[in-house]
């Protein structure tokens, strides 16, 4: 059945507060799963085992309720039940594209509120996971700049948010049944949501070592792409640490530019990040940097910002990723016209990059890269003045 309009469900409408007593297991790595066990009267010498099996109920099969964990005896799973819980982030609402993109608004503990996206490619599935609520960053073009950073969110929220998608697309493999037996719906994931992931980085390493874990969601670190504006020191880290694919929000090709763009420039300059890029111990044909500009009219797209582009990024394997800007309500800026835009691609293609334009996708529920809460905002803003308007 084709949608004709975007559909909007209210998943829950009542807060219900997070338990603060016991320990949350989403989110603690293998060792410090390991070490909990412990502490709550499991045995050292059984303790790789049991992590083994919880771990393989909660990522492996999306199991929460201990009491459904059938290898551990009926016991030991009220003890867990009595100590633990297996919690993640609960969805508010879910909003569904005519394009096929959800966009779920997530509430973490405290009350914040997160989105994650996910959009269906016939050859993948990519999901857009947030790392921060707000951001400390300004980049001038972009809607989470405008918002103060609020605060990290801890590992558990981060996969939370996998898992949470996995819940509502229906991914988990039944217990028992063969991984890797149905197509992937999440394939891809990258951080490109709100936050700047390498201002968060142990819980975001934390986060992606459990989506890799092979016994778990088992996702490839090549597909799993973490964007940031350019935290110099954190990048070499992140090859080591993490292992992921890297996307750079470059934006610019001068410096005087760029510090506007993105103002953290003004602490690593383009010569600075073009050498740690140059640098990143992975690199490889197969493991291209991911260069991020968004296209600005009159701003950053003319044909000598192209042909500068190209002669900076040269001898780092790349592909550029040219993301016509989304606008957002009081945003400072147009996006560039279509034929600009194909213009600074094709220099860039003729280059010897790879230089896809990113299709918008979920437009009609402002889903879009840096347009992030925006909607969200929007929404509670009217619907507090509907209800003022009904007397409330
Ligand atoms: N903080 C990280 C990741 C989140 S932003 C970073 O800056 O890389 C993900 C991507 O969306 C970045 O490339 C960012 O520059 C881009 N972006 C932000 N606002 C945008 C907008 N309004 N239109 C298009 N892309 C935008
Ligand atoms: Fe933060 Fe990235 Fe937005 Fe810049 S583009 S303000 S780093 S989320």
Not at 92 to 107: E, H, I, N, P, W
């Amino acid at each position: 059945m084709t949608q004709t309009a975007p559909i909007t469900q209210d998943v829950l409408t009542i807060p219900r507060k997070l338990p603060d007593g016991p320990v949350n297991l989403v989110g603690l790595t293998r060792d410090a799963l390991r070490e909990a066990l412990i502490a709550h009267g499991t045995p050292e010498k059984q303790a790789k085992m049991r992590v083994n099996q919880i771990w393989q109920w909660i990522y492996q099969w999306g199991v929460r309720d201990f009491h459904a964990m059938t290898n551990l005896a009926k016991a030991y799973r009220a003890q867990l039940a009595e100590n633990f819980v297996v919690t993640i982030p609960e969805v508010v609402s879910k909003q569904v594209s005519t394009d096929g993109t959800r966009k779920y608004l997530v509430r973490i503990a405290g009350g914040h509120e997160v989105e994650v996206v996910y959009i269906p490619e016939t050859d993948r599935g990519t999901l857009c996971i947030s790392s921060q609520v707000g951001c400390t960053l300004t980049c001038s073009f972009c809607h989470t700049g405008t918002q103060k950073l609020v605060r990290n969110l801890t590992a558990g929220e981060i996969i939370g948010q996998v898992m949470l998608a996995r819940d509502d697309l229906n991914e988990w493999p039944r217990p028992g049944e063969p991984v890797g037996e149905r197509p992937r719906l999440i394939s891809n994931i990258v951080l490109m949501g709100m936050g700047e992931p390498l201002y968060n980085f142990d819980n975001v390493r934390d986060a992606m070592k459990i989506a890799m874990d092979g016994e778990g969601i088992s996702l490839s670190r090549r597909r799993i792409t973490l964007s940031t504006s350019g935290v110099v020191p954190e990048i070499a880290k992140t090859a080591q640490e993490i292992g992921c694919l890297l996307a750079v929000s470059f934006h610019a090709t001068t410096d005087a530019v760029r510090d506007a763009l993105v103002p953290i420039n003004k602490k690593w300059n383009i010569a600075t990040l073009l050498d740690t890029l140059r640098d990143y111990p992975r690199l490889s044909n197969s493991e291209r940097i991911t260069f991020e500009y968004v296209m600005l009219k009159d701003v950053n797209d003319s044909d000598a910002d192209a042909r500068r582009l190209v002669q900076l990024i040269k001898g780092i394997p790349a592909k550029i990723n040219l993301i016509p800007f989304n606008e957002w309500p009081g945003s400072p800026y147009e996006r560039s016209d279509r034929d600009r835009i194909q213009r600074f691609a094709d220099i860039i293609y003729k280059a010897g990059y790879a230089s896809p334009i990113r299709t918008p996708r979920g437009e009609d529920i402002m889903a879009a890269c840096g347009q992030l809460k925006s909607a969200t905002e929007r929404a509670r803003k009217s619907r507090a003045q509907i209800e003022a308007e009904a007397g409330h």
